[in-house]
Antibody, heavy 119, light 108 residues
Framework: QVQLVQSGGEVKKPGASVRVSCKTSGYIFTSYGINWVRQAPGQGLEWMGWISAYNGDTNYAQQFQDRVTMTTDTSTNTAYMELRSLRSDDTAVYYC????????????WGQGTLVTVSS | SYVLTQPPSVSVAPGQTARITCGESNIGSKSVHWYQQKPGQAPVLVVYDDSDRPSGIPERFSGSNSGNTATLTISRVEAGDEADYYCHVWDSSSDHSVFGPGTKVNVL
């Protein structure tokens, strides 16, 4: 069965960086892409961007363009999302979600990773 | 940029029908997807491409999309359907995914 398992929660100080991993199984990793979506406490879903696991092409949401990097490791079927220059309003649960191509629906989601930014 | 609108909340009695709308100009020309999110859990896809259901999703969940409004309909509502529901589209003008603000379904 398809599974996306994310890394554990993180506590970071303002200005630091965080990297969240998303280890996948149960499907051909390079046949799909991975989206990253975040959800601030009590708020809605916010799309951050997408990466193709086939060729590494990325598409980042404009508001994260300068601070985010998404990568994949095809040897371990894992996707990564790094967010830099963290601010307190980056405190959120970060989800990875599978999508066939960048304009596709998100059919499987990771369990979420809570990133807390606090001094 | 594309901005989707959803009612903040919908209240429905058990056994009745809940309708959750997602609005934007000419949304009928796009494919709309819907996710259910229960407290403390990851979202779950319940309808994709306007009206298709993933395997394992009850037939009580259905979708439609025309003109300026897409609708998720939950028939014979159960207590377990209480959750937040988000619509999602691909905005081809910006090449970005967009989510609606979410609708909380309250089962009375």
């Amino acid at each position: 069965q398809v599974q996306l398992v994310q890394s554990g929660g993180e506590v970071k100080k303002p200005g630091a960086s965080v990297r969240v991993s998303c280890k996948t199984s149960g499907y051909i990793f390079t046949s799909y892409g991975i989206n990253w979506v975040r959800q601030a406490p009590g708020q809605g879903l916010e799309w951050m961007g997408w990466i193709s696991a086939y060729n590494g092409d990325t598409n980042y949401a404009q508001q994260f363009q300068d601070r985010v990097t998404m990568t994949t490791d095809t040897s371990t079927n894992t996707a990564y999302m790094e967010l830099r220059s963290l601010r307190s309003d980056d405190t959120a649960v970060y989800y990875c979600a599978r999508g066939l191509v960048e304009l596709y629906y998100f059919d499987y989601w990771g369990q979420g990773t809570l990133v807390t930014v606090s001094s | 940029s594309y901005v989707l609108t959803q009612p903040p909340s919908v209240s429905v009695a058990p056994g009745q029908t809940a309708r959750i709308t997602c609005g934007e100009s000419n949304i009928g020309s796009k494919s709309v997807h819907w996710y259910q999110q229960k407290p403390g859990q990851a979202p779950v896809l319940v309808v994709y491409d306007d009206s298709d259901r993933p395997s394992g999703i009850p037939e009580r969940f259905s979708g439609s999309n025309s003109g300026n409004t897409a609708t998720l309909t939950i028939s014979r509502v159960e207590a377990g359907d209480e959750a937040d529901y988000y619509c999602h589209v691909w905005d081809s003008s910006s090449d970005h995914s967009v989510f609606g603000p979410g609708t909380k379904v309250n089962v009375l």
